[in-house]
T-cell receptor
Framework: AQTVTQSQPEMSVQEAETVTLSCTYD???????LFWYKQPPSRQMILVIRQEAYKQQNATENRFSVNFQKAAKSFSLKISDSQLGDAAMYFC????????????FGQGTRLTINP | KAGVTQTPRYLIKTRGQQVTLSCSPI?????VSWYQQTPGQGLQFLFE???????NKGNFPGRFSGRQFSNSRSEMNVSTLELGDSALYLC?????????????FGPGTRLTVT
C-alpha cells in the first residue's frame, strides 16, 4: 500500500529565514508524482510544487524547492525567505501515473511564521 | 479561469438525514475527485469521476455516492448521516486524463452532523 509520512506535526520559523519540511513515502511503483500542497486557515488547498519521479532534477518554484531522493523515498520541501503568508498546513501527497487516479496525503505539518 | 467552486460552503444536518454536495470544476477539466478531511483521519480519497463515469472509489461505505454530469459538474451524496460524517469535503478537478497530474481544489463544504 502507498503511504505518505510527515514526521513533523508542527514547525516554526522566523520570518525571512529558511525552513525544511520532511516527507517520506512508501511505494512499489516506479512512475509517480509527488506534490506539496498548502492549506492556509481559509481552507483552500493550493498546489505549491510538483515533482515527477522520473526526473532527477529537483523542482523549484520561486522560494520553494524540493529535495527529492528517490532511492530513499524522501521528498522534503524547503521554503526560503519565509513570509508571514507562508503560515499554513503543508501536505505532502503522492499519485501514481497508472492506476487509481487518487492523491495519497500525509498527515500534514503546521507551519508557523514568527515575525 | 474561475477556480473550482463548491456549494454549499457550510451545512448542518441531523443524524439519519441525507445530504448532497455540489462541485463545479475548472472549465475544461474533465476529472473530478472528492476527498474527506477530518482531524483524526486526515485527507482521504472518496471517489473520482471522469466523463460521467466513476473510475475509482476509496474505502468508504455505500452511503457515500456520487455522480458527474455531462458538463463535468459533480455531486456527492451521503445518505443516513452519522456523527462521524462531520468533516470538510473537498472537491478537486484535474485537466487531463489519467496519468498526470495536478489536482486543483475547491474551498470545501464544511458538513456538521448533529
Amino acid at each position: 500500500a502507498q503511504t505518505v509520512t510527515q514526521s513533523q506535526p508542527e514547525m516554526s520559523v522566523q520570518e525571512a529565514e529558511t525552513v525544511t519540511l520532511s516527507c517520506t513515502y512508501d511505494t512499489s511503483e516506479s512512475d509517480y508524482y509527488l506534490f506539496w500542497y498548502k492549506q492556509p486557515p481559509s481552507r483552500q488547498m493550493i498546489l505549491v510544487i510538483r515533482q515527477e519521479a522520473y526526473k532527477q532534477q529537483n523542482a523549484t518554484e520561486n522560494r520553494f524547492s524540493v529535495n527529492f531522493q528517490k532511492a530513499a523515498k524522501s521528498f522534503s520541501l524547503k521554503i526560503s525567505d519565509s513570509q508571514l503568508g507562508d503560515a499554513a498546513m503543508y501536505f505532502c501527497a503522492y499519485i501514481i501515473i497508472q492506476g487509481a487516479q487518487k492523491l495519497v496525503f500525509g498527515q500534514g505539518t503546521r507551519l508557523t511564521i514568527n515575525p | 479561469k474561475a477556480g473550482v467552486t463548491q456549494t454549499p460552503r457550510y451545512l448542518i444536518k441531523t443524524r439519519g438525514q441525507q445530504v448532497t454536495l455540489s462541485c463545479s470544476p475548472i472549465s475544461g477539466h474533465r476529472s473530478v475527485s472528492w476527498y474527506q478531511q477530518t482531524p483524526g483521519q486526515g485527507l482521504q480519497f472518496l471517489f473520482e469521476y471522469f466523463s460521467e463515469t466513476q473510475r475509482n472509489k476509496g474505502n468508504f461505505p455505500g452511503r457515500f455516492s456520487g455522480r458527474q454530469f455531462s458538463n463535468s459538474r459533480s455531486e456527492m451524496n451521503v445518505s443516513t448521516l452519522e456523527l462521524g460524517d462531520s468533516a470538510l469535503y473537498l472537491c478537486a478537478s484535474s485537466p487531463v486524463e489519467r496519468g498526470t497530474n495536478e489536482q486543483y481544489f475547491g474551498p470545501g463544504t464544511r458538513l456538521t452532523v448533529t
